[in-house]
């Protein structure tokens, strides 16, 4: 994803002398800026900033929040069909890396826009992954297998088990702000931006060891004296529609190339 991100920003940036004598009356291209950006969620990042006239411009850039992570979470006694319970000890990580490409409108042709474009990225919003192999013999690993619902999940070849929430790679993006990026007499500009990009339902998914992730459910979790891991808010959670959003709230500053 990183490599996509430098291809649409080279792209944009190798594109500009020609489009800015080609479409010089229209004012396509005349102003550029690179600058950094640093967000809520999406972290920091990297954008450059093309103006398309006077009321519009256009922005591509690779945003990648980092250290954002924890590492003290257990599940204690899960029984696999070996007969044996273990205790998994797990980490969570946020893996938030997106390229961008966003659309401006200034409609009193000041600061103030509308933005409207997409993030694409990882769909792997969050990764649950052990942070030492599950305690049961080597000879034991991709052989015996817990039992969730109807899905039989396998540590791997290591002992390690893989876990997360997925949401959809493609985010389209709506949103507001102030500032203009590819300003026409500032050669420093700052920008402040707010809005929500939809990325679908986020589901969990636990990898079954033989390369599939599963959907996870609150039935898989169920124990057997009938309460569950989750305490039942798996599928509570997969209905709450304010999920399907990634909020977006980020400052940026660019630097007027020309």
């Not at 007969?83 to 009193?108: C, E, Q, T």
């Not at 792997?124 to 109807?150: E, I, L, R």
Request: net charge neutral; charged share 20%; glycine share 10%.
């Amino acid at each position: 994803m990183k490599k996509t991100a430098v291809i649409i920003v080279a792209a944009l940036l190798a594109a500009l002398p020609f489009k800015a004598s080609a479409q010089q009356q229209a004012g396509y291209f005349d102003h550029v800026s690179a600058g950094v950006t640093l967000g809520i969620l999406d972290g920091v990042g990297v954008n450059a900033a093309a103006s398309l006239g006077s009321l519009f411009q256009v922005r591509a850039g690779y945003q990648q929040l980092f250290g954002a992570k924890y590492e003290d979470m257990k599940i204690e006694q899960m029984e696999f069909d070996n007969g044996n319970k273990y205790d998994i000890d797990l980490g969570a990580k946020l893996n938030v890396g997106n390229a961008s490409l966003l659309f401006d409108y200034f409609p009193s042709g000041a600061g103030f826009h509308v933005t409207a474009g997409a993030y694409i990225g990882s769909s792997k919003f969050v990764q649950v992954y052990t942070t030492k192999p599950v305690p049961m013999d080597p000879s034991d690993y991709n052989a015996v297998y817990y039992k969730a619902g109807d899905e039989k999940i396998y540590t791997d070849k290591d002992g390690n088990v893989e876990a997360g929430v997925k949401v959809s790679a493609f985010k389209p993006y709506l949103g507001i702000g102030f500032g203009r990026a590819a300003s026409a007499s500032k050669k420093l500009a700052v920008t402040f931006d707010i809005g929500a990009a939809y990325w679908g339902d986020p589901w969990l998914y636990v990898n079954d060891g033989k390369g599939r992730d599963v959907k996870v459910t609150s039935e898989m979790l169920k124990k057997d004296d009938n309460t569950y891991y989750d305490e039942g808010k798996i599928d509570e959670y997969s209905s709450t529609w304010w999920l399907n959003f990634m909020p977006v709230v980020k400052l940026s500053i660019f630097y007027k190339l020309f």
